[in-house]
């Protein structure tokens, strides 16, 4: 069975104190039953979420990291120092990653097996462009993106990714995919981790979906059977509107 898992981005939003004061009102919130929460706040905020989470079923994430573990690279953040901090989780190769900084499937798989030997949940980020899926590309897309971010995993490695389907055309723009979109495409990704890793393992890992997930269209996801979960970004800015998420994913 697997444990639906909704991680909220913060992106570049919050400063330390409004991190805090966000991750004290959700802790006094309590977490729905049946349904794993993390937050990914700011590099500059993951100590103090850290330590204002501490005792609490909220786990914490970060939304990026170099694959080294120490070195001359100016402005990263190591495996190391996330383990430090509290980290279970970080996100990788998310679309703003790829467009933005130029990040390469080759790069994020190098990340990944960071991640995964330093005892870190990689939530990776795979999706299409809406010129990709217009040009029916999408499957192709995330196929090439897929089996890129995780080639040379081992099959039991492999069970503990969770990979998170957001299609580039919906994330920030008020566009969601309809439930049957985004279940049609998680069910090709389990049936390509079946493929590359073996039908049990596909079995294990969670799928999310991403990409202007909001309370009001959060349950008809939600529920599709592939679906595992959300990774959500301008709706975890606000405690209420998260925990409505996770509510929905908890059903």
Not at 169 to 176: D, E, L, S, V
Not at 187 to 214: N, P, T
Request: proline content about 4%; glycine content about 12%; overall charge neutral.
């Amino acid at each position: 069975m697997r444990v639906p898992l909704v991680a909220g981005n913060w992106k570049m939003y919050k400063t330390v104190a409004e991190a805090v004061d966000y991750a004290r009102r959700l802790k006094s919130s309590g977490s729905p039953a049946g349904v794993e929460l993390a937050v990914c706040p700011p590099f500059t905020a993951l100590l103090a979420v850290g330590r204002e989470l501490a005792g609490s079923q909220v786990g914490l994430g970060a939304q990026d990291m170099h694959w080294a573990e120490e070195g001359a690279y100016t402005g990263e953040v190591s495996p190391l120092m996330l383990k430090e901090l509290g980290c279970r989780y970080v996100i990788l190769g998310h679309s703003e990653r790829r467009q933005h900084f130029g990040e390469s499937d080759e790069a994020v798989n190098a990340k990944v097996k960071a991640a995964l030997r330093h005892g870190l949940v990689p939530i990776v980020c795979v999706g299409e462009t809406l010129a990709e899926r217009e040009a029916g590309r999408a499957r192709e897309v995330v196929a090439g993106q897929l089996r890129g971010s995780l080639a040379g995993l081992a099959a039991q490695e492999a069970g503990n990714v969770v990979v998170a389907y957001e299609p580039v055309w919906a994330i920030g723009t008020g566009r969601t995919a309809l439930p049957e979109d985004a279940q049609e495409m998680s069910a090709f990704i389990r049936a390509l981790l079946a493929e590359m890793f073996g039908r049990e393992v596909a079995g294990k890992v969670r799928i999310q979906y991403g990409g202007s997930v909001k309370p009001e269209n959060a349950a008809g996801i939600l529920r599709q059977p592939d679906i595992d979960g959300a990774l959500v970004g301008g709706a975890s800015l606000q405690v209420e509107s998260f925990l409505a998420i996770a509510r929905a994913a908890a059903k």
